[in-house]
Structures are given as C-alpha cells and as structure tokens.
C-alpha cells in the first residue's frame, strides 16, 4: 500500500468565476484591472504569466470577463477507491498542531506526501485531516481600444487545512499563503482581496446555518500588500442544518455539507464590479452517533482502512498476550486469498473486504459496519460445531480454549447473517483461540471509534507484512 495519501475526488481544479459585467474604458484610452485566477500546485516548479495566460479569464469587446479556460473534469461517479496517505504506516509524522491527537496534516504534509496527479484538489491523511493546495494569482490585465492582453501575475502558494473534530459538530480550515513571486508587469499591491469559506448542501446547494444562525460574515479583508505580511486565515463552524442522508440510521442525526474556499477582489475606485471565485469544495458529514462520541464532524471520502499486522511483534514475544491476534488475522488472511482452505465448495466464491481488486468482480468490494443490524452468533457457532465439533470451545489438541471466529464480521453487513443467496460473496468460519479473537474483537471496535465509523460505512481490511502478496 503506498504510504502517501491522494485525492478521494480525480479532477482539475475549477474556479468558479462569479464576475459580473466589467465596464472598460471607451475606445483609444487605457484602462489596467486584475482577476483572480488559479494554477495547479507543482511542488518543484514555479509558474510564469504564459502557466497563468493559459487558464486566464478572456474579455470580450464589451467587457464581459468569461471564467477561466480549464481541462474538462474525468469522470469520478464510481470511481475504485484509491489508497489514502495512513499514519499507522508513518506514525511519526504528527502535526505540530494543538489538536494533533486526530493525527492532523501539516503544511509541509500537504505540499510535500500528496500525489502530484491531480496536483490541485483535495487530499486526505484520515477522516480528520483534509487539505488542499494551489497557485493563487492575481492577474493584471492592460486594455487598449477594448482590447485586452495579460501582461503581469502575481502569485502565492495556497495550503488549505482541514481539521475534523469528535468534540463536536464543527469543523475548521486553515488558509496558509507564502512564497510569493511575480511575473511581467507590476501588479498594484494596493489591490483588495478577501478571503471567506462558503458552506451549502450537497444537492439542494442552499446555504448553511449555524449555531449562531445566520452565519456570521467570517471573511478578511486585505490588500496584496497585506496579504504577503500575514497570509493567514482561519475559519471554524457548528454547522446546522445541512442534508440529510436517507442511507444512514435516523438515531445517528447525519447530515452533510459542503464547503469552499472564496476569494473576492474589490475595485475601491468603484468603476469596476467585485471578482468572486469559489474554489474547489470539500464534502463534510456531520453524525451524533452516540456509539462514536455522540457528536464529530469528517470528511467521508476517504478511503476506511483497517489495519492488522500478520507478523505481530508481540505474538513473538508472547503468544498469550491479550494484545496478539495471531490466530485471527491468519485467519482472515486464509480466508481471502484461500478461500477453499478454510470453506468447502468455495471455487467461485470470495469474502470481500480486503483492500485489493476482487479476481471474480474486478473491483473493490468493501465491508460496511452494522451497529443497528442484527449481530446473532447462531449461525456461525451451529456451522463451528458442525465443523470442529460439539464441543469446539475446549477440544482444541494444546488445550487452550476456543471462540468460533467469522469473516466477514458479525459487527458488518456482510456476515452470515446477511449472507445473500445466489451471490458469489460468502463468509467462513474457524475455530480459534479465544485470546486471539478477542484480541481482534477489541482492534475492531477501538478503530471504529478512532476513525468514526458508523451504522453502514464502508471500510476495507488491509493485512500488512503477510507471507505473500496478493492484489
């Protein structure tokens, strides 16, 4: 699995130019104004006016500012799930920041471990820590006799940093502007431009609210000038309202939201209208799931993946420790990548959730958590016994005393208590030492807490340092 993060969401970032008409000067006088505009970032490259010319708004005769010329998105409705950038791989990069016990991003994280492909949308470390970068310019426009031509640029690295809580229904964004550089003509520093985030629902696109509805007005005003001195802004809500999630359990209260970046320029000497572009968005699911803490804000999509490791350092110190799931996660490992091993007239048949292509669906096929749903035993211990005996619980030959593990889950939907006849998706079970099962059990629900999990997420299970690999 690759130790970076990439983007849930492949495209190219789009600002969405809100410019109403723009009066320019009548023939044969000279008039200079500016536009907003965006670049991908390249951690190794810094753009010139011809990178910026290329996505610039164009200007028509009688002023209209068009939006900026951009790559059609790719097509992203049901993409495979990619890997995500995952701390247990690299625990010691934690963030600097205050609220680092969620394993949050850091600027240099979000520049430096991001996938450079797309370069300029969203990326995420977990379901806490989001973030975005790009090139912010603002661009100078020399018009003549009604026509216009890009003759300067002046542009600063963009870092967005999203923080999600399990303290509460909020969520807060950092803004980061640096390493500032310019490009043909001056472009005024006098020049006035505002930050802000918006917040609307997924589908409806209605504004949010807040716990202090309406939402207050958050945005900062600076010049250019300004901005290169102290390009830091930061923005934080409890938001209300939202969408609501039909897929979701009605107990854990869902509702989602997304948010933007939005940058506006304003002409003070007024013979202009004001610039506004919203950048790229950030979906936010908001739950009170009182099985998680009651009350988080995340970002869902991110890829879940669980984590166990089949060459445990403890097991090898010792067996017995209430901390070594030795049995199980081989187990699980069988299970996937041997199914006939473990299950009798099993050809054509698989277990889904691991982390990797099914070879009989050729795609990913992911475990959902049940919380709600039934999680009985009946069916998987009548199965142990019919395998391992009556009295699997103590017949094991060194003595030690068994538990009748099932993979899938029975805390997911895909557990033999909702096995789906005629499918080619199944479930097996073992019987195994009840250390180790327990062991497991205890893994599973700590990381549906630490990670958020709720009643029908969807999550994989990624067995790490295994004899061989599969995928």
């Given at each position: 699995?690759?130790?970076?993060?990439?983007?849930?969401?492949?495209?190219?970032?789009?600002?969405?130019?809100?410019?109403?008409?723009?009066?320019?000067?009548?023939?044969?006088?000279?008039?200079?104004?500016?536009?907003?505009?965006?670049?991908?970032?390249?951690?190794?490259?810094?753009?010139?006016?011809?990178?910026?010319?290329?996505?610039?708004?164009?200007?028509?005769?009688?002023?209209?500012?068009?939006?900026?010329?951009?790559?059609?998105?790719?097509?992203?409705?049901?993409?495979?799930?990619?890997?995500?950038?995952?701390?247990?791989?690299?625990?010691?990069?934690?963030?600097?920041?205050?609220?680092?016990?969620?394993?949050?991003?850091?600027?240099?994280?979000?520049?430096?471990?991001?996938?450079?492909?797309?370069?300029?949308?969203?990326?995420?470390?977990?379901?806490?820590?989001?973030?975005?970068?790009?090139?912010?310019?603002?661009?100078?426009?020399?018009?003549?006799?009604?026509?216009?031509?890009?003759?300067?640029?002046?542009?600063?690295?963009?870092?967005?940093?999203?923080?999600?809580?399990?303290?509460?229904?909020?969520?807060?964004?950092?803004?980061?502007?640096?390493?500032?550089?310019?490009?043909?003509?001056?472009?005024?520093?006098?020049?006035?431009?505002?930050?802000?985030?918006?917040?609307?629902?997924?589908?409806?696109?209605?504004?949010?609210?807040?716990?202090?509805?309406?939402?207050?007005?958050?945005?900062?005003?600076?010049?250019?000038?300004?901005?290169?001195?102290?390009?830091?802004?930061?923005?934080?809500?409890?938001?209300?309202?939202?969408?609501?999630?039909?897929?979701?359990?009605?107990?854990?209260?869902?509702?989602?939201?997304?948010?933007?970046?939005?940058?506006?320029?304003?002409?003070?000497?007024?013979?202009?209208?004001?610039q506004t572009v919203n950048f790229e968005s950030v979906l936010v699911r908001c739950d009170n799931a009182t099985y998680i803490t009651g009350r988080q804000c995340?970002?869902?999509?991110?890829?879940?993946?669980?984590?166990?490791?089949?060459?445990?350092?403890?097991?090898?110190?010792?067996?017995?420790?209430?901390?070594?799931?030795?049995?199980?996660?081989?187990?699980?490992?069988?299970?996937?990548?041997?199914?006939?091993?473990?299950k009798a007239d099993s050809e054509g048949l698989y277990v889904p959730g691991g982390f990797y292509e099914q070879p009989w669906t050729g795609r990913y096929e992911p475990l959902t958590r049940n919380y709600?749903?039934?999680?009985?035993?009946?069916?998987?211990?009548?199965?142990?016994?019919?395998?391992?005996?009556?009295?699997?619980?103590?017949?094991?030959?060194?003595?030690?005393?068994?538990?009748?593990?099932?993979?899938?889950?029975?805390?997911?939907?895909?557990?033999?208590?909702?096995?789906?006849?005629?499918?080619?998706?199944?479930?097996?079970?073992?019987?195994?030492?009840?250390?180790?099962?327990?062991?497991?059990?205890?893994?599973?629900?700590?990381?549906?807490?630490?990670?958020?999990?709720?009643?029908?997420?969807?999550?994989?299970?990624?067995?790490?340092?295994?004899?061989?690999?599969?995928?």
């Amino acid at each position: 699995m690759s130790r970076r993060f990439v983007a849930a969401v492949i495209g190219v970032l789009v600002a969405t130019t809100l410019l109403p008409q723009q009066a320019l000067a009548a023939p044969h006088t000279k008039k200079t104004f500016t536009a907003i505009v965006a670049l991908p970032y390249q951690e190794d490259h810094i753009p010139t006016l011809a990178d910026f010319t290329k996505v610039a708004p164009t200007v028509s005769p009688d002023g209209r500012v068009g939006p900026p010329r951009a790559t059609p998105r790719k097509d992203v409705s049901n993409p495979n799930p990619g890997p995500t950038y995952d701390a247990y791989l690299e625990p010691d990069k934690k963030s600097l920041n205050a609220l680092a016990a969620y394993d949050y991003l850091t600027k240099e994280e979000c520049r430096e471990q991001a996938l450079p492909e797309p370069a300029d949308d969203w990326a995420f470390k977990n379901h806490f820590a989001a973030c975005q970068r790009f090139r912010y310019g603002v661009l100078r426009y020399d018009c003549e006799d009604n026509k216009c031509q890009q003759t300067g640029v002046r542009h600063a690295r963009a870092t967005i940093l999203g923080f999600g809580t399990q303290d509460g229904r909020n969520i807060q964004f950092e803004l980061y502007l640096d390493d500032w550089h310019s490009d043909g003509s001056t472009v005024d520093p006098k020049t006035v431009v505002s930050f802000n985030f918006v917040c609307t629902t997924p589908s409806l696109e209605l504004p949010c609210t807040s716990q202090s509805n309406p939402i207050p007005d958050m945005s900062v005003t600076k010049t250019l000038e300004g901005w290169e001195q102290d390009g830091f802004y930061r923005y934080a809500i409890n938001p209300t309202g939202g969408e609501s999630d039909s897929n979701t359990h009605p107990l854990d209260n869902v509702h989602k939201y997304v948010f933007a970046l939005r940058s506006t320029q304003t002409y003070l000497d007024g013979v202009a209208p004001s610039q506004t572009v919203n950048f790229e968005s950030v979906l936010v699911r908001c739950d009170n799931a009182t099985y998680i803490t009651g009350r988080q804000c995340l970002f869902p999509e991110v890829t879940a993946v669980l984590h166990m490791d089949y060459d445990q350092d403890i097991c090898k110190v010792n067996v017995d420790s209430t901390d070594c799931y030795k049995q199980s996660v081989e187990f699980i490992y069988t299970a996937m990548h041997h199914l006939d091993q473990v299950k009798a007239d099993s050809e054509g048949l698989y277990v889904p959730g691991g982390f990797y292509e099914q070879p009989w669906t050729g795609r990913y096929e992911p475990l959902t958590r049940n919380y709600y749903g039934t999680q009985s035993r009946t069916i998987v211990r009548a199965e142990c016994a019919r395998l391992f005996g009556a009295d699997y619980a103590t017949n094991a030959p060194d003595g030690k005393p068994r538990d009748c593990d099932e993979y899938p889950f029975a805390s997911t939907y895909q557990s033999a208590n909702f096995d789906t006849i005629g499918t080619a998706a199944t479930w097996a079970v073992k019987a195994l030492y009840s250390v180790h099962n327990q062991s497991a059990g205890r893994l599973y629900a700590a990381w549906y807490r630490a990670d958020g999990i709720i009643d029908g997420d969807p999550f994989y299970i990624q067995i790490d340092n295994a004899p061989e690999f599969v995928g």
